[in-house]
């Protein structure tokens, strides 16, 4: 909190250098991107396979059941708004459980299996949807 | 059930906009009725943070008022308001804002008020007439009219996310003037306005009409020393409509206060 009392302009220009790139904050619903996800860590990437996919506003969330080591581990990934990704070609039938996909996206803060989703890829490379258009040049 | 009231709002002010739309008896050659004397903002309109800032309307902002550049995906981080002078209780009630308050089932699909919804980055549809404007916002399915009869609000007219709008024409441009909204949401990072908040907004279209340009300035002196302004823009784009939201508050379960957040590693 402290070093964001001292440069406060570094996060509003990160989180516009994110939504210049892949339109992070275009996800924004009502509550802050950047006080919940660590935009400053690496991208987090997870292969699973889909227990279930909610498509509803104000975001989705995808659940995963992920394999670590000899243990199976629920990673849960939050999409951006509904809305929003139906002009990029996602529906409430995207993904199908028992589906093996890859998702990326932005880590959450507290350090659980969560994530803000950013893309994701089936088993055979495909992605999901289309990438949204730079907000600003 | 806030887009079924939504939806027969939508219908009720439809069915008077269809009576407004009725054709107008013939105008003498050479006069020009009052609807047609107005640009059309008819359309789906998609928020464009690449539309130049207006000067025209930025040169008619009030003295001491800040402008506010967050609109769009970008928000400020805590404790930044963008100008904002903070009354010092408004102040202290930010610095004790928790973001998990709005991530509570009880709030999750409790819309913000027009001042922070206009300038999200959801389109906005909009319906003119010559007695009223409709602006169906995608976020959180708010419909917003704004009377061009010169009514006023009756004095128990209630607060809402959307408040009570009049507006008028100068020239090219509308002007719109909002009272009566609920107390929420300036810059989602701790700071609201109070009910007495009071937004003046001004639109008008791009010089080649495929742009809809606006300021939206706010003031409260309940919790503002300042005023505040932002620059808002969109983009037409034909054949489209706005969805609907459909907020699911079963969204929130995926959050945990701090202190709680273990029940989420699994």
Request: glycine residues 8%.
């Amino acid at each position: 909190m402290a070093r964001r009392e001292q440069q406060p302009g570094i996060i509003l220009r990160l989180c516009v250098s994110l939504a210049m790139a892949v339109g992070c904050g275009g996800a924004i619903a009502h509550h802050s991107f950047a006080v919940f996800f660590d935009t400053q860590s690496q991208l987090r990437k997870v292969t699973g396979v889909v227990k279930e996919f909610r498509f509803t506003n104000p975001h989705g969330v995808v659940t995963l059941a992920v394999k670590q080591g000899g243990h199976e581990i629920t990673w849960r990934a939050e999409t951006n708004s509904p809305s929003i990704l139906r002009r990029r070609g996602w529906n409430a039938q995207s993904l199908h459980v028992g589906e093996t996909i890859t998702v990326e996206g932005w880590p959450a803060r507290d350090g659980s299996n969560y994530m803000r989703l950013r893309a994701v890829t089936r088993a055979n490379g495909e992605p999901v949807g289309t990438q949204p258009t730079p907000l600003k040049e | 059930m806030r887009a079924h009231v939504s939806a027969v709002l939508m219908a009720v002010v439809l069915a008077a906009l269809s009576g407004c739309a009725q054709p107008h008896p013939p105008a003498p050659a050479g006069a020009t009725s009052p609807a047609r004397a107005h640009p059309d903002f008819s359309g789906f309109w998609n928020l464009d943070m690449k539309v130049p800032r207006d000067p025209q309307l930025l040169a008619q902002v009030a003295p001491n008022t800040a402008f506010l550049d967050d609109t769009g995906p970008v928000e400020f981080p805590a404790g930044e308001f963008g100008g904002l002078k903070l009354k010092p209780a408004a102040l202290e009630a930010a610095r004790k804002w928790s973001p998990y308050e709005q991530l509570k089932p009880e709030n999750a699909c409790k819309p913000p008020s027009i001042v922070y919804a206009m300038q999200g980055p959801f389109p906005i549809e909009i319906f003119q007439s010559d007695k009223l404007i409709v602006m169906k916002l995608e976020y959180y399915d708010m419909v917003r009219i704004v009377f061009l009869d010169g009514r006023k609000p009756e004095s128990d007219y209630p607060h809402s996310p959307e408040g009570f709008s009049s507006g008028h024409w100068e020239g090219d441009t509308l002007v719109v003037e909002t009272t009566h909204l609920e107390p929420a949401t300036i810059t989602n990072n701790g700071l609201d306005h109070s009910e007495n908040v009071r937004v003046l907004e001004r639109f008008k279209l791009g010089a080649d009409g495929k742009t809809l340009l606006s300021t939206q300035e706010f003031e409260d002196p309940q919790v503002l020393d300042n005023r505040g302004v932002r620059f808002i823009a969109w983009s037409k784009q034909p054949g489209q409509h706005v969805y609907p939201y459909e907020c699911d508050p079963g969204f929130a379960g995926n959050y945990s206060p701090p202190g709680e957040v273990k029940s989420r590693k699994k």
